[in-house]
Nanobody
Framework: VQLQASGGGLVQAGGSLRLSCAASRLTFNTYTMGWFRQAPGKEREFVGYITWGGGSTNYADSVKGRFTISRDNAKNTVYLQMNSLKPQDTAVYYC????????????????WGQGTQVTVSS
């Protein structure tokens, strides 16, 4: 399994970015795709997930109402739309995949993308 994350960059507070995560070489049909982030000096934290089968989503309280996760089944790609960005959203964002349904803990994820930097200036 390979995950390729992209779309990070520098944006001013209040702006928007969309991250993408393309999955390839999948060996299973049902899974959860999650997004995590890690700021300098901090632990990796859960951002949100989407389940592949039913498309259920779940978000961390810190991003709820601002971030939206969606998927394109045909492209095996998941998107993280980030609106109303704040300086505290600055972090390296990672996508990850697990066979578990609705996992929110990083150690429950089996495969990880390489991370993409998001920097929000004030």
């Amino acid at each position: 399994v390979q995950l390729q994350a992209s779309g990070g960059g520098l944006v001013q507070a209040g702006g928007s970015l969309r991250l993408s995560c393309a999955a390839s070489r999948l060996t299973f049909n049902t899974y959860t795709m999650g997004w995590f982030r890690q700021a300098p000096g901090k632990e990796r934290e859960f951002v949100g997930y989407i389940t592949w089968g039913g498309g259920s989503t779940n978000y961390a309280d810190s991003v709820k109402g601002r971030f939206t996760i969606s998927r394109d089944n045909a492209k095996n790609t998941v998107y993280l739309q980030m609106n109303s960005l704040k300086p505290q959203d600055t972090a390296v964002y990672y996508c990850a995949i697990t066979r578990r349904f609705g996992a929110t803990i990083s150690r429950e994820y089996d495969y990880w993308g390489q991370g993409t930097q998001v920097t929000v200036s004030s």
